[in-house]
């Protein structure tokens, strides 16, 4: 694979752990974990992999604002802000929802890391962000802009880079189980894995979108991403693993699967998931491992993606205190 520039701003190579006192309560496969939550930047998460790569490109263009959109309680947005304060970079933040009374969690880190800050609406989100962008422009600075979730090629690579990673630590996995929301992840380890051979199956946790949408998407960015960084390769939806049998109530609303995956890790691991994401793909994955879909001589690698900080957003917090 080709190697785009990158800004250093993770911790690598992320350690992968054995999980064997989950392991043996579900009485299932050989877990792993990949600690992507220990990126290293600002609580870390999968975003700062891809900010590597998209802040180099945005210094290469020489840009002095990086500019995203996301959630109110956005991991990316709060790695993205993190980042900018981190390169000297202006950043500001196009945030779906109404800001509440007390910012906690990543939206108050958000405001610790000096990011300006943006309210919109779902409907108005992209036009926002494009006018937030113009504006920048009219006032004389430089900005960039990151898609929602660091999304596109540039970013996905970043997880192409991520599968060569776990390679050379010589961990194998029959599968790779982890959270897929905007699609970048899966996208990037489905053209790494393409680009080098890995046989094992990535299957992705939708978050917040039926699978017949966000297979579509990956195939394309997966494809835009090996072109990128070796290869045309033409990816078929058919071909991308995604099970949106989880998506409970929506996006960000905590339901009883969620909870329980969070204190079964934390309480057979000490390991902390998040509510959004690994809270969601966790509760997949048991749900899995119970219907025996993921079978006992299976080796099982969760992808941890990060999103810790949202276990302290208030709502979270509050509605897990109640029942661990
Ligand atoms: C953004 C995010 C994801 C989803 O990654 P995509 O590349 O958008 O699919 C998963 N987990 C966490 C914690 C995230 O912040």
Not at 42 to 71: H, P, S, V, W, Y
Not at 300 to 321: C, I, K, M, Q
């Amino acid at each position: 694979m080709k190697q785009l520039p990158r800004v250093q701003l993770a911790h690598l190579p992320t350690p992968i752990e054995a999980l064997p006192r989950l392991s043996a309560h579900l009485g299932g496969p050989a877990l792993l974990v990949k600690r992507d939550d220990q990126t290293g930047l600002a609580f870390g998460g999968n975003k700062t992999r891809k900010l590597g790569l998209l802040c180099a490109a945005a210094q290469a263009e020489g840009a002095d604002t990086l500019i995203t959109a996301g959630a109110i309680q956005s991991n990316h947005c709060r790695q993205t802000a993190a980042a900018a304060a981190r390169l000297g970079m202006g950043c500001i933040l196009v945030l779906v929802g109404e800001p509440p009374e007390t910012a906690s969690a990543n939206l108050f880190l958000d405001g610790l890391f000096g990011a300006e800050i943006h309210w919109t609406s779902k409907a108005n989100r992209d036009n926002d962000l494009h006018a937030a962008f113009e504006e920048t422009k009219s006032a004389g600075r430089k900005p960039f802009l990151i898609p929602y979730g660091g999304s596109n090629s540039t970013g996905a690579a970043a997880y192409a880079y991520a599968l060569e990673e776990l390679l050379v630590q010589d961990i194998s996995p029959d599968w790779i189980v982890f959270a897929s929301s905007s699609g970048g992840t899966q996208a990037g380890l489905v053209a790494g894995a393409s680009l080098l051979g890995y046989k094992g199956r990535i299957l992705g946790i939708s978050v917040d979108e039926r699978a017949s949408i966000l297979q579509e998407r990956i195939a394309e960015l997966a494809g835009e991403t090996a072109a990128l960084l070796a290869d045309k390769i033409s990816f078929s939806a058919k071909d991308i693993l995604v099970n949106d049998e989880y998506l409970g109530k929506g996006y960000a609303i905590m339901g009883e699967p969620e909870r329980e995956a969070i204190v079964l890790f934390a309480q057979h691991e000490g390991l902390l998931l998040d509510p959004v994401y690994t809270g969601r793909a966790a509760a997949g994955l048991i749900d899995l491992i119970r219907k025996g879909f993921l079978k006992k001589t299976d080796k099982v690698l969760f992808w941890h993606t990060g999103g810790t900080p949202a276990l302290f957003a208030d709502a979270y917090r509050n509605e897990l205190s109640k029942s661990s």
